[in-house]
Structures are given as structure tokens and as C-alpha cells.
């Protein structure tokens, strides 16, 4: 048999088989059968809710009706969207210093033991302090403006970006190091090629739960001293006993914190393929 005549397939591996990867109505059956437990809770939240408002088991000034908070979302859509823009402008900008000044300080803690034993012990301090209670600190240094809300936002969110991103570095397989170091990688290199991309789950873990906390910062410092935001439209709904416009505030709000956490879901499915995490469809498995 001549040389052309050999078949150039590639080889498969053994011990490993091919499956095809899933198609598209696999995908949204495999999604349906993930999601329809969190719908099902929630509608029977939803049913719960409009029992007890129906049936009166609570006064309506203390538990408004599923039917009269819709109104206030309807009837007042602008008035809502300005607010919820003001916070979800304040939420963005503190979460993104937090990523930044976040992952610089667990680089730098990481690389650098004296940094870590002496930072660490003052995160940790920073953290259990109750923001609630130096928001009105922030207000009468840095006034009523937006600047307070950012910093509550960057201080509430911070601390789960570092812890998550000092661990992902540290997770490293001392085995990877060596061989980078064996192969003459610089430190620079090193942390570009293996440390970086192996810490990368681990810090979207924690920016997962760092976005939806910067959402409660600025709605906190918008409790102390603002002029708009949600956090200022359930204050004086509050003040007003305007409980429709209370609850509407809070869905609004809610609703902010899952569409970032999603946002932040759909980037680590995107830039983490390879991750064992979202292997779920696989092309190859052992037998």
C-alpha cells in the first residue's frame, strides 16, 4: 500500500469515546429542567403573596396586594427608571473599582507575604464594620453626592473579590509552577500563562457575589443622604406608608441584582468554556 493511500484520521485516543455535542433543543431541555424549580418557588411565593392579600390576612398599608404593586410599576415606569438608572449607574462603577483595586491587592498580598500579614488582618476589619453604620461618615466627608454610594458599593464588594482571587492564585499546582520556572518562564510569564488563568474561577465566584452586594451598598448609601435612587424612593415610600411603591422599589432593586449576577454568569460561561464547571455538554467522555 503506497504512503498516500494511508488514512490521515486522526487517532483516537484509548479509553475514550465521541459523542456529538448537544443540539440546540437538548440545550433548552437541559435548561428547562435547571430552571423550573426556582420558577416554581417563586410563583409559589407569588400565589402566597396574593392569598394573603386577597384574603385580608394582613392590612394592605403593611402588605400590599401583587395587584396594586403592578399598578405602581405601570403607572410610574419613568419614575422608577430614572431611579433604578441612578443606582444601577452607582452599582456599575463601584463594582468595577472593586474588580480593579481588588484583584491589584490579591496579586500583590499573594506575591508578597509581609503585604498579606499586614493588609489582611485590616480587610478583615474593614469587613465586619457595619457599612450602615459609616455610611453617614462617608456622607458628611464626601457630602450628598454620588461619591459616598460608590465608595459604600466599592467597600461592600471588595472583600469578596480579594478573598476569592488570593485563593484562585494560591490554588495554583505547585507541580505547573515548577515546570514553568524549569522551562525558563519569567514571573511575569508565569502569572500570565498559569496563575492568572487557573485563579479565574475562583474570582468569578466571588464577583458573582460581589456584584449583587454592591447593589445593597448603594442602595445603603442611598438611605443615608440622596435625592434620587431607589434606595431614596423606598425611604420615602416608607416615610409615606406608600407600600405599592415600597414593594415596587424592592422587585425594581431585585431585579437589578439577578440581571448583574446573570451578566456575570453569561461572562464566565463565555470566557471559562474549558472550566470542569460547564463541561455539563462534553465531547468527550471515558469508559
Known sequence: MSQSAV?????????????????????T??????????????????????VISAA?????????????TLDVLLDKPDYLWQHSWVTTYETLL?????????????????????VEKTLYPILLFAQVVPKIAIAPLFVVWLGFGITPKILIAVL?????IVISMVTGLKAVDPEMLQL????????????????FPA????????????????VTGAVVGEFVGANEGLGYVILQANGNLDTPMLFAG?????????????????????????????RDGSVTTSY
Open 7 to 27: 488514512s490521515t484520521a486522526p487517532v483516537k485516543p484509548a479509553g475514550v469515546a465521541e459523542r456529538a455535542r448537544p443540539s440546540l433543543r437538548r440545550r
Open 29 to 50: 431541555v437541559e435548561a428547562a429542567e435547571k430552571s423550573w424549580r426556582p420558577v416554581a418557588l417563586l410563583l409559589a411565593c407569588f400565589v402566597a403573596w396574593w
Open 56 to 68: 385580608e390576612l394582613v392590612e394592605s398599608y403593611l402588605v400590599p396586594s401583587p395587584g396594586a
Open 94 to 114: 463601584g463594582f468595577v473599582i472593586a474588580v480593579v483595586v481588588g484583584v491589584v491587592a490579591a496579586v500583590v498580598m499573594v506575591y508578597s507575604s509581609t
Open 156 to 160: 461592600i464588594a471588595f472583600f469578596p
Open 180 to 195: 514553568s520556572a524549569t522551562m525558563g518562564a519569567s514571573p511575569w510569564q508565569t502569572f500570565l500563562k498559569i496563575r
Open 199 to 214: 485563579s479565574l474561577p475562583h474570582l468569578f465566584s466571588g464577583l458573582k457575589v460581589a456584584v449583587t452586594l454592591a
Open 250 to 278: 424592592l422587585l425594581v432593586m431585585s431585579l437589578i441584582g439577578v440581571i448583574l449576577f446573570v451578566i456575570v454568569e453569561i461572562a464566565e460561561q463565555l470566557l471559562l468554556p474549558w472550566h470542569a464547571s460547564r
